[in-house]
């Protein structure tokens, strides 16, 4: 091999071994993932210092098939808690009672159970029932629901 042949394939080796120098010595920096429980969302109450809104929810009002009793059940949504009280609330014909029933801390809610009120306690009409709780210090009440009874 010529000198000048042996030129251009000294300098490629030369270009070669510098450009893998220069790799070796900064190396990319490894990117973590970020676990999506340390990510911030844009939506309230879904970062991790904003707690979610506590939300009582009435799952059903209904007469039951058997016409003996009027069942209720419920929960809250954005508290899980043992223990306390969730209150049911009975509207209509000009009277009103409540039924009390222990809370329990559920997977990712806290359940108000379910009540089944005496038939009797009813006049014929439109009735309206809430569930609701004191989670502290404020009171949450669920949306109110039409049950019809005959």
């Known amino acids: ?13 030369l270009a ?3 450009l893998l ?3 070796a010595e900064s190396p990319v920096p490894a990117q973590t993932p970020v676990p999506p429980s340390a990510t911030k969302s844009a939506a309230p109450g879904n970062d ?3 707690p979610a ?12 098939p058997d016409g003996a009793h009027v069942t209720a059940s419920g929960y809250l949504q954005g508290v899980v808690r043992d223990g306390g009280t969730c209150v049911y609330t009975f509207s209509g014909s000009g009277s009103e009672f409540t039924v009390e029933q222990e809370a329990a801390a559920d997977r990712m809610t806290t359940s108000c159970g379910t009540v089944q009120v005496p038939f009797d306690k009813f006049t014929r009409g439109s009735w309206t029932v809430t569930v ?4 502290d210090g404020r ?12």
Do not use: F, I, K, N
């Open 1 to 13: 091999m010529t000198r000048s042949a042996a030129l251009p394939a000294a300098l490629t080796a």
């Open 16 to 18: 070669a071994v510098v």
């Open 21 to 23: 120098a220069a790799c």
């Open 48 to 50: 991790a210092q904003t």
């Open 53 to 64: 809104p506590v939300e009582a929810v009435l799952v059903v009002a209904s007469v039951d």
């Open 132 to 135: 609701g709780m004191t989670v």
């Open 139 to 150: 009171t949450v009440t669920s949306q109110p629901t039409t049950v019809e009874v005959p």
